[in-house]
């Protein structure tokens, strides 16, 4: 098993993100609080920004967040009213 991580530990990290079996090399720039519009209509759902030093970004349910953070990898649907299959991947 992984180690757990702090929002704060995976800056910095590199990683692997995008589809599954198709992800990139990455490196994580930050993690922070999604500051956009109301998602599909939902106000109170709580959602992160994840930014790669490539300027690619993803975004990810605090469910999905709280997977990496204490496994190092989590599968999800983008969230932000996308409906893409993605990976990160602590490596």
């Given at each position: 098993?992984?180690?757990?991580?702090?929002?704060?530990?995976?800056?910095?990290?590199?990683?692997?993100?995008?589809?599954?079996?198709?992800?990139?090399?990455?490196?994580?720039?930050?993690?922070?609080?999604?500051?956009?519009?109301?998602?599909?209509?939902?106000?109170?759902?709580?959602?992160?920004?994840?930014?790669?030093?490539?300027?690619?970004?993803?975004?990810?349910?605090?469910?999905?967040?709280?997977?990496?953070?204490?496994?190092?990898?989590?599968?999800?649907?983008?969230?932000?009213?996308?409906?893409?299959?993605?990976v990160i991947e602590i490596l």
């Amino acid at each position: 098993m992984k180690k757990k991580y702090t929002i704060e530990q995976l800056n910095g990290m590199a990683c692997r993100h995008g589809s599954p079996g198709y992800s990139n090399p990455e490196v994580i720039e930050d993690v922070v609080p999604y500051k956009g519009n109301p998602v599909n209509g939902i106000v109170n759902r709580e959602l992160w920004t994840v930014q790669f030093e490539s300027g690619c970004f993803t975004h990810i349910t605090d469910e999905a967040l709280q997977l990496l953070l204490a496994k190092g990898e989590c599968a999800y649907s983008r969230a932000a009213g996308f409906t893409a299959l993605e990976v990160i991947e602590i490596l």
